[in-house]
């Protein structure tokens, strides 16, 4: 039996999950870029300090959890999106991911 792998629906259920969506430096520079927005004015209208001060993390829309790069069922930087959403639920979840998550396990042939 092969290894489970879960295929998103981009069902954009994560993208309104409460917490800090981690960026590095690079993260932060091409999403300005991609926007053609100077980095300056991205880090100060679309980051916020994340809670361990260790960083920046992309603020959610005022008075919900939801993701500020999400336009629908959209994200705005779908082509240069962060590492951490790339990387879920395959490289790393949160708990309950399940309850909420319409990615679709397949199984990967070994």
């Given amino acids: 039996m092969g290894k489970v792998?879960?295929?998103c629906?981009?069902?954009t259920n994560c993208c309104k999950w409460e917490g800090d969506v981690v960026l590095t430096d690079r993260e932060v520079r091409k999403m300005s870029e991609y926007l053609k927005i100077p980095l300056y004015d991205f880090v100060r209208d679309?980051?916020?300090l994340r809670e361990n001060r260790q960083g920046l993390s992309l603020i959610d829309k005022e008075g919900t959890t939801e993701c500020i790069m999400l336009d629908g069922e959209n994200c705005k930087i779908q082509e240069?999106?962060?590492y951490q959403c790339a990387g879920f639920p395959n490289r790393w979840n949160f708990e309950g991911w399940r309850e909420v998550c319409e990615a679709v396990p397949v199984e990967e042939k070994e």
């Fill in 5 to 7: 792998w879960y295929q």
């Fill in 9 to 11: 629906q981009r069902c």
């Fill in 46 to 48: 679309y980051t916020r």
């Fill in 80 to 82: 240069v999106k962060p």
